[in-house]
Nanobody, 125 residues
Framework: QVHLVESGGGSVQAGGSLRLSCAAS??????MGWFRQAPGKEREGVAA????????YYADSVRGRFTISRDNAENTLYLQMNVLKPEDTGMYYC????????????????????WGQGTQVTVSS
C-alpha cells in the first residue's frame, strides 16, 4: 500500500507560481502522475513521469508552464507550476501507477491505483 501526501497548494494571482510536492511512503516501479479536478468537471491528467524520469508527458494546457520531476532518493514527486492561469484552479492530486505509462494512457486515471488526498490550488485573475 502506497501512502501519498500532497502539499504546496494555495491561492495566487494569475501569472504567479506554486510548487506542489507529493511525499510517498515508497515509490513503485511504475509511473507517477499529477491530476486535477475543478468544481463540476472531470478529473484530468496534468503530467506524468516514469520511475527513471525518462518518459515525461504533459497535458497540452500546461505544457511549457508546468514541470514534473521526482526525487527517488526522497520518494517525492514535484510539480512546478509557473505562469498560473485562473483555469488552473482546482484540487490537485498525485497518483501512482503499478507500471510504466506512455503517451496513449498516462492521462487515464484508471491506470493509477494509489491516490493522495489532494491539495487545493486557486488562481485569481
Amino acid at each position: 500500500q502506497v501512502h501519498l501526501v500532497e502539499s504546496g497548494g494555495g491561492s495566487v494571482q494569475a501569472g504567479g507560481s506554486l510548487r506542489l510536492s507529493c511525499a510517498a511512503s515508497f515509490f513503485t516501479a511504475g509511473s507517477m502522475g499529477w491530476f486535477r479536478q475543478a468544481p463540476g468537471k472531470e478529473r484530468e491528467g496534468v503530467a506524468a513521469v516514469d520511475n527513471e524520469g525518462g518518459n515525461i508527458y504533459y497535458a497540452d494546457s500546461v505544457r511549457g508552464r508546468f514541470t514534473i520531476s521526482r526525487d527517488n532518493a526522497e520518494n517525492t514527486l514535484y510539480l512546478q507550476m509557473n505562469v498560473l492561469k485562473p483555469e488552473d484552479t482546482g484540487m490537485y492530486y498525485c497518483a501512482a501507477a503499478p507500471r510504466w505509462l506512455y503517451r496513449d494512457n498516462w492521462y487515464d486515471q484508471y491506470e493509477y491505483n494509489y491516490w493522495g488526498q489532494g491539495t487545493q490550488v486557486t488562481v485569481s485573475s
